[in-house]
């Protein structure tokens, strides 16, 4: 089937410029992009006035399954990635039991084909996530893991990440990390500072990150392997990475939308919906990040979608669960920024699709002919009021809800097919 | 009438006009609570429970005798021994107990910001008796209502708040309240019980405690909160009362007039020496046990002629839509 979409403005990443062009979905690939006429028997979209850019790279997407079923399926998982211009989910292993030999992985690997877009999976880096012996690393990459991580559990035993480091390098093995210092993180719920102390919540601090991070790459420079950090999210951390960058290790980084998007202010009267890991930071560390991915020290924008159900999340501010789900509202959280002016569209593709799509080998993210036609069309101008409970998460736990956005996602291809459209919703 | 108030979960949400209401009608009531018949009926009718999660004597009974003296009936509920144990969650006992009608709510919980998700759940006046390192207003406005007593006056004194800040519901109340008032507070104390961006919130820091309480009018010593820490911040308690416990000659850097104040329990000879504690000339640690209950009186009074006057409009509301 051939697709004809006219009169887009295509966004492309790779040589950040904005272009109106005309597309050719043809065979699931971008056949051809210019100022030609549709082709025989083409279906044609009319996308006047409206963006087209290589649809989202979630890398860091946590689903329900196995053992938690309740939050997030697969299914559901990827409806609300197709209703947020996601095109390709990279999920975490942090299920219930993780995702810590090949057999657990070609379960989730089977019931992953129940989501409307691509998936795939990263598996524990050592066995339940618990620090003490690596995985089946080899096998796990020969069943499909692209990368592999521990998510936030730290691995206090040096010995044992060094050792697990090393094996990953001789395999190629691409290893995510989460760059705290974990004795300073234990029990924290929120960022130290004048905040947590008036609320009286205990508070880490911000230099908790630079310390995890400063150790890994040590670490990297020790056994040479493909690193990326899940999260940075503070000021201090930058100048590390950079330097790490600098003295040529392959090290990338990534952080949240929320944490671009909001600050520790928000989570105001203990509203748990805006407890995260790593706890939301100042304005000063937010407003940094922000300029560090416009300056591409930071690679990759995930969602870190975490659902978490409403019993865990009506607690006490220190008992309540940590995360939000984050798949549906990506999109329009990230305009923000481009609104703001902080960032333009092509630099906050080259952050959500090309650079995580580059890190983890995929051949999506570009906006190039013979490229895969993942692709997302939307308005970035379109106002809305956002109500948790339209979402198509099982688990409702946004920190947007109720807030105006601007930024609507109008349909999203996966391989040429059209798996979304907003004329339907 | 200033005080609007629906709920008293912090002082961070009066205003200096509302802290001097509680303060002008608690006046009155320590002059009731020396009389022989001690009892008023104006929460006549009303039903307070009081939820204490955590343990506590003094407050507890502070808050029933109040209750009882403004007559009302009052029940405790032991949440300890309760079906919290069971695996009850916080939300699902607030409602069981909204069922039952309450008026006023006294509650006492181990998390900061528990009392605030309560009050969200319940439709009558909720007072937060302590909730985690947050807040503890009651404490705040009996302290104050002391100060006020002893030294005529409740702005433009120099305070200086001694000892495990960090950890200290009572601490942050107080700074509050005292900033509202328009005081100069002190925070005095060893640097690892000190909260994070503690600089930012207006008020002096002292780790010297001469330097701290030098021409002090109010010396306000906190517990060392042993329960609340997890390991390591002061290496020795005898060490720490050394450099921060209040004797004789830590005082004398005082004004010669300065009050000595603590909330209790005290830890003697630990934070203060029982000679200070005990010294009627300095100490107004037993007329701030007596003002607790004048407060507690005051603050349910006001909230309850809200509650009153809400249910009324509720009412009329209804009769005439």
């Known amino acids: 089937m051939t697709l004809f979409l006219a009169n887009a403005r295509l966004i492309d990443p790779e040589a950040l410029t904005e272009i109106e062009a005309n597309l050719v979905i043809d065979n699931g690939i971008i056949a ?24 989202i790279v979630d890398l860091g997407v946590k689903i329900g399954e196995p053992g938690e079923r309740h939050k997030e399926s697969f299914r559901t998982a990827g409806q609300a990635a197709a209703a947020g211009g996601v095109t390709t989910i990279i999920a975490r292993p942090d299920t219930s039991p993780a995702i810590d030999t090949p057999e657990t992985l070609e379960f989730v690997t089977r019931r992953a084909a129940q989501a409307p877009v691509r998936i795939h999976h990263m598996a524990a880096l050592t ?27 730290v691995t206090t035993d040096t010995k044992v990440l060094s050792r697990a480091l090393t094996y990953a390098r001789s395999l190629g093995a691409l290893v995510i990390g989460h760059p705290q210092e974990p004795g300073l993180t234990k029990g924290a719920a929120v960022t130290s500072g004048k905040f947590a102390s008036l609320r009286g919540l205990p508070g880490v601090t911000p230099m908790a990150e630079r310390m995890g991070l400063e150790r890994d790459i040590a670490l990297i420079e020790m056994s040479g392997v493909r690193y990326h950090a899940d999260q940075i999210t503070t000021a201090r951390a930058l100048p590390a990475l950079a330097r790490a960058k600098a003295a040529g290790l392959d090290v990338t980084a990534g952080v949240s939308i929320h944490h671009l998007t909001l600050n520790e202010y928000d989570v105001g009267d203990y509203r748990t919906f805006f407890k995260m890991t790593p706890p939301l930071r100042s304005e000063e560390d937010r407003l940094a990040v922000v300029q560090a991915v416009a300056d591409g020290l930071i690679d990759v924008i995930c969602s870190m979608h975490t659902p978490a159900d409403e019993e865990s999340k009506r607690l006490p501010f220190e008992d309540a669960a940590s995360g939000a789900v984050g798949l549906e509202t990506f999109l329009p959280a990230a305009m923000r920024l481009f609104h703001a002016g902080y960032l333009s569209l092509p630099q906050l593709f080259r952050a959500m699709s090309l650079n995580p799509a580059k890190r983890l080998g995929l051949p999506q993210g570009r906006m190039a002919e013979g490229a895969p036609a993942d692709l997302v069309l939307f308005d970035a101008d379109a106002p809305f009021v956002l109500d948790r409970f339209t979402l198509h998460s ?8 109720g807030t105006r956005m601007e930024g609507k996602v109008l349909a999203t291809f996966v391989g040429g097919v059209q798996v979304y459209n907003n004329d339907n919703e | 009438m200033a005080f609007r108030a629906r709920h008293l979960l912090g002082i961070e949400h009066l ?40 343990n506590s004597t003094r407050t507890q009974s502070s808050f029933e005798l109040a209750g009882k003296r403004l007559g009302a009936d009052v029940m405790n509920m032991s949440m300890q021994t309760s079906s919290v144990k069971k695996g009850e969650t916080l939300i699902d006992t607030a409602l069981t107990l909204n069922a039952m009608h309450p008026d006023l709510l006294v509650v006492r919980h181990q998390n900061s910001g528990a009392v605030d998700l309560l009050a969200q759940k319940v439709n009558c006046a909720v007072i937060n008796a302590g909730d985690g390192k947050h807040e503890h207003p009651t404490q705040a406005l009996l302290d104050a209502l002391t100060i006020k007593r002893a030294k005529g006056r409740i702005q433009r004194l120099t305070v200086a708040i001694c000892g495990d800040v960090a950890h200290s519901r009572v601490a942050r ?23 994070a961006g503690i600089g930012e919130f207006g008020c002096e820091v002292y780790e010297d405690m001469r330097e701290g309480l030098k021409d002090a009018d109010v010396v306000m010593m906190l517990r060392l909160q042993r329960e609340r820490m997890d390991g390591g911040f002061i290496p020795s308690e005898r060490e720490y009362f050394h450099r921060y416990g209040l004797d004789a000659e830590k005082l004398a850097c005082a004004k010669p007039d300065a009050i000595v104040m603590h909330p209790g329990p005290m830890n003697r000879g630990v934070e203060i020496d029982g000679t200070i504690a005990d010294d009627i000339n300095r100490s107004v640690i037993q007329e701030q046990v007596e ?5 507690r009186m005051a603050v349910m009074d006001l909230l309850a002629q809200n509650l009153r006057a809400d249910r009324g409009r509720a009412l009329t509301e209804e009769t005439y839509a």
């Open chain 1, 32 to 55: 051809a992009i210019g100022a030609m006429s549709a082709p025989q028997g083409a279906t044609v979209i009319d996308c006047s006035g409206k963006y087209l850019a290589p649809g």
């Open chain 1, 127 to 153: 066995k339940g996530r618990e620090g003490r012996e690596m995985t089946e690393i080899g096998f796990l990459m020969d069943a499909g893991a692209v990368a592999f991580t521990d998510t936030d559990h």
């Open chain 1, 394 to 401: 099982k688990s409702k736990n946004t920190p947007f809800d």
């Open chain 2, 15 to 54: 205003s200096q006009e509302d802290i001097r209401t509680v303060l002008d009608l608690a006046d009155r009531y320590v002059d009731l609570n020396r009389r022989t018949v001690k009892r008023t009926d104006v929460l006549e009718g009303m039903t307070q429970i009081n939820m204490f999660f955590e």
């Open chain 2, 173 to 195: 109340s107080n700074l509050i309240l005292l900033g509202k008032m328009e005081n100069r507070v002190r925070l005095v104390g060893p640097p690892t019980l000190m909260p």
């Open chain 2, 291 to 295: 003002m607790g209950v004048a407060v």
